[in-house]
C-alpha cells in the first residue's frame, strides 16, 4: 500500500495551493481520509478530515479557507487551502483510516501514511 501526495511547493501569503493524495493498494470506499501537517520542532496536527459518508471536519485555524474532498472512483482525496498565511508552513501529510469510514482530527486514528509535501508561505 501506497499513499503519494503532490502540490506542495511556495506560494506567497494570501495564495492558495491544492495538495492531492493518490492512494494505491486498497480502495478508499468506507474509509475514512484525513490531511496533517507538521512544523519542525511541533507536534503533529490535524488539519482535515472526511468520513466514508463525505462528511467534513477542519481545526479551526484552517476553517473557511481550506477545503477537503474525496475521489473514491479515482482512489484520491484533495486539499484546497486558500488564503494562506505564514504560519500555514509545513510539511503536509496524507493519511487514512484502514479500519473505520469515521473521521477524526487525531494522528493515532490512522493507519496508512504518505511520505509528506512541503509547503511554504512567504510573507
Known amino acids: 500500500a501506497q499513499l503519494v501526495e503532490s502540490g506542495g511547493g511556495l506560494v506567497q501569503s494570501g495564495g492558495s495551493l491544492n495538495l492531492s493524495c493518490a492512494v494505491h493498494g486498497y480502495t478508499l470506499a468506507y474509509r475514512a481520509v484525513g490531511w496533517f501537517r507538521q512544523a519542525p520542532g511541533k507536534e503533529r496536527e490535524g488539519v482535515a478530515c472526511v468520513s466514508d459518508d463525505s462528511r467534513q471536519y477542519y481545526a479551526d485555524s484552517v476553517k473557511t479557507r481550506f477545503t477537503i474532498s474525496r475521489d473514491d472512483g479515482g482512489n484520491m482525496f484533495h486539499l484546497q487551502m486558500s488564503s494562506l498565511k505564514p504560519e500555514d508552513t509545513s510539511t503536509y501529510y496524507c493519511?487514512?483510516?484502514?479500519?473505520?469510514?469515521?473521521?477524526?482530527?487525531?494522528?493515532?486514528?490512522?493507519?496508512?501514511w504518505g511520505q509528506g509535501t512541503q509547503v511554504t508561505v512567504s510573507s
Open positions: 493519511a487514512t483510516d484502514l479500519y473505520g469510514g469515521r473521521c477524526r482530527l487525531t494522528a493515532v486514528d490512522y493507519d496508512d
